[in-house]
């Protein structure tokens, strides 16, 4: 005998709208922190900030996401130290790096590029096979995973630092542009997936693809205009900032960080859609 599961009411256009606004207002005043004190950024205590606060949000969120799975209360606390200490771990190392000037720039240089790389060759692989990271998706909210990258919104920076003549346009814009537009739909579209998951599970997807290309590109200019074996284009100035502390955080460590974060919400709104189709069908 089939079931028919009671679907939520479609979200509130107003809602969304409202979710966009705070998060424009949010932009707006980094915005206004990174134009009037822009000596702030280079000493790295706003980069470190954020850093523990979105830290803070990752694992405060993996752990009520265990706490809804099935998993004896022992099991879940290995599992968030197997997550939590790796993370804790390359972020520590990207840090120690990045300070004592590792990823400079230069045309032999490619500590950067393999910073970004090898946790994704590494990391995706473990995250996408892993049954138990599987259990703690199907069990947390999907709205968890595409409303905490509001932090992309932090990505205006850039566009700061073309402003003040430290970045060329053909990178300090499509980086600055595309990381302030998909935090900026961040929360809109998790608002959307938090009133009516199955209704708008396809613009759930389509920003994990915008946000994810968004990276992509960002990468892809980065590497061809920065002094390195893979740079095409000269710019003016020369793309050096984004090898020096704090800046070399972003590729080195969001980058790849968001590139994950964008994989499990793709995985995790996979399985929302076939497990809705098993149960329509019961």
Do not use: K
Request: proline letters at 7%.
């Amino acid at each position: 005998m089939s079931t028919t599961l009671t679907r939520s009411a479609p979200a509130p256009r107003a809602g969304a709208f409202l979710m966009f606004a705070l998060a424009a207002a949010a932009t707006v005043c980094w915005l206004g922190v990174n134009l009037t004190f822009p000596a702030l950024q280079a000493t790295g205590r706003l980069s470190t900030a954020t850093r523990l606060l979105i830290d803070a949000a990752i694992l405060g969120g993996l752990w009520l996401g265990l706490a809804r799975t099935q998993l004896e209360r022992g099991a879940q606390f290995v599992t968030w130290l197997a997550i939590a200490l790796p993370l804790l771990i390359w972020q520590a190392a990207v840090w120690w790096i990045a300070i004592g000037g590792g990823f400079r720039v230069r045309p032999d240089a490619v500590a950067l590029p393999a910073a970004i790389m090898l946790p994704l060759l590494v990391g995706l692989p473990l995250l996408l096979r892993s049954g138990r990271i599987a259990a703690i998706l199907d069990a947390m909210p999907p709205h968890w995973l595409v409303g905490l990258q509001v932090y992309r919104i932090l990505g205006v920076m850039f566009l700061v630092a073309w402003t003040h003549g430290e970045l060329a346009g053909v990178f300090g814009i499509p980086a600055g542009a595309g990381d302030t537009l998909t935090g900026l739909l961040a929360l809109p579209t998790a608002y959307l997936l938090y009133r009516a998951p199955h209704e708008y599970r396809r613009e759930a997807v389509a920003w994990n693809i915008l946000g994810t290309l968004d990276l992509i590109i960002a990468i892809t200019i980065g590497f061809l205009t920065a002094p390195g074996p893979l740079q095409l284009i000269m710019p003016n100035p020369p793309n050096t900032l984004i090898g020096t502390y704090p800046t070399a955080m972003i590729p080195a460590f969001v980058v790849p960080t968001s590139l994950m974060l964008h994989a499990l919400s793709l995985r995790q709104l996979a399985r929302l859609r076939r497990n809705y189709a098993l149960s329509q069908r019961e």
